[in-house]
């Protein structure tokens, strides 16, 4: 086993990415009108893209296809081995196929293509040979030469890999940009996310329901009190119809001490709250809540109902 000081690891962990970072920029560089058609054959596709490909070009082709499914390009990944044994039929005349090949003659991808000629999908092919038995076959070719893996024995797929995942990448950017693609849609798609949450999730969905109310005549102590047993650092002041006028919260009480002294302690609830208190429609997204406290630079909303009575209480931390 060879022992290396901590600072050749470093520079060799630096080196890859230099080294890989030099082979995209040149990948990029040649990008021309074949990427253009490939572009607009997914975007013209009816049906689905179906991505495939054998060892590490399989991981590879699994993830873009996860990246065009969640924005926009319905897409999955089908094994090149399992599919003659059945999965075959996942793919349709409605489809196209994108096959993933560095050498463009991985025999378990090559032995697809009879089939997919057959029923006559478009197949876009991105490999490092157009001269290969794939791109041959192929409708339009991507190629993603790479002068040497940075593999020292310039062997495990790596710059290759990345490179192909980047070509995935930009097809991925593109189609997001033509089908103009935005944060709406996609937190439809990952409603699991903090996006999906800010977006999709409603005041209503989070809110505290069981909100400190107190009168506007109430004493001190009796505030104090009913913000106490609320738990959440405030209370809202109400009217006799149950609309908020005014709120207080525990900040509040802080600056009445430092602007009162003891006198804080005969001082009746109207004196010592903020009025009127920001309110946000409990129907509303968080993600117009959040906004709503950023703009007011504010920790808490009452949240109302279509009539404007109190309905809730939404904090920072439930927005975030």
């Known amino acids: 086993m060879q022992h290396l000081a901590e600072v050749e690891v470093i520079g060799l962990g630096a080196s890859v990415f230099f080294k890989q970072a030099d082979s995209l920029n040149q990948i990029g560089s040649q990008l021309g009108t074949d990427f253009f058609v490939a572009v607009q054959t997914i975007l013209n596709t009816r049906g689905r893209v179906i991505l495939s490909g054998m060892g590490k070009s399989g991981h590879?082709?699994?993830?873009?296809?996860?990246?065009?499914?969640?924005?926009?390009?319905?897409?999955?990944?089908?094994?090149?081995?399992?599919?003659?044994?059945?999965?075959?039929?996942?793919?349709?005349?409605?489809?196209?196929?994108?096959?993933?090949?560095?050498?463009?003659?991985?025999?378990?991808?090559?032995?697809?293509?009879?089939?997919?000629?057959?029923?006559?999908?478009?197949?876009?092919?991105?490999?490092?040979?157009?001269?290969?038995?794939?791109?041959?076959?192929?409708?339009?070719?991507?190629?993603?030469?790479?002068?040497?893996?940075?593999?020292?024995?310039?062997?495990?797929?790596?710059?290759?890999?990345?490179?192909?995942?980047?070509?995935?990448?930009?097809?991925?950017?593109?189609?997001?940009?033509?089908?103009?693609?935005?944060?709406?849609?996609?937190?439809?798609?990952?409603?699991?996310?903090?996006?999906?949450?800010?977006?999709?999730?409603?005041?209503?969905?989070?809110m505290h329901r069981h909100v400190p109310i107190v009168n506007s005549d109430a004493t001190f102590a009796d505030l104090v009190s009913i913000m106490t047993q609320g738990r959440l650092g405030l209370a809202i002041v109400v009217d006799a119809a149950c609309t908020a006028i005014g709120i207080v919260t525990d900040g509040d009480i802080r600056r009445s001490f430092e602007q009162y002294s003891d006198q804080v302690f005969q001082k009746m609830t109207h004196e010592l709250m903020s009025s009127p208190p920001i309110s946000v429609s409990m129907c509303s997204k968080l993600e117009a809540a959040r906004q709503v406290m950023q703009q007011h630079q504010i920790s808490a909303l009452v949240a109302v109902d279509t009539h404007g009575h109190v309905a809730g209480v939404l904090n920072l931390h439930d927005v975030s």
């Open 60 to 206: 590879i082709a699994g993830k873009i296809a996860a990246t065009f499914a969640s924005t926009g390009t319905p897409s999955f990944f089908v094994h090149p081995a399992e599919a003659f044994h059945g999965d075959l039929g996942m793919i349709t005349a409605d489809d196209a196929v994108i096959l993933l090949s560095n050498s463009g003659k991985t025999e378990e991808v090559t032995r697809l293509l009879p089939y997919l000629q057959e029923i006559g999908v478009p197949i876009i092919a991105i490999c490092a040979e157009r001269n290969s038995v794939l791109g041959q076959a192929a409708t339009v070719v991507l190629e993603v030469a790479v002068e040497r893996e940075v593999c020292p024995n310039n062997l495990a797929p790596t710059t290759s890999t990345t490179a192909t995942l980047a070509m995935g990448d930009a097809l991925a950017v593109a189609l997001i940009k033509l089908r103009q693609f935005e944060p709406k849609d996609f937190a439809r798609f990952h409603p699991g996310g903090s996006l999906g949450r800010m977006l999709l999730t409603r005041v209503q969905d989070v």
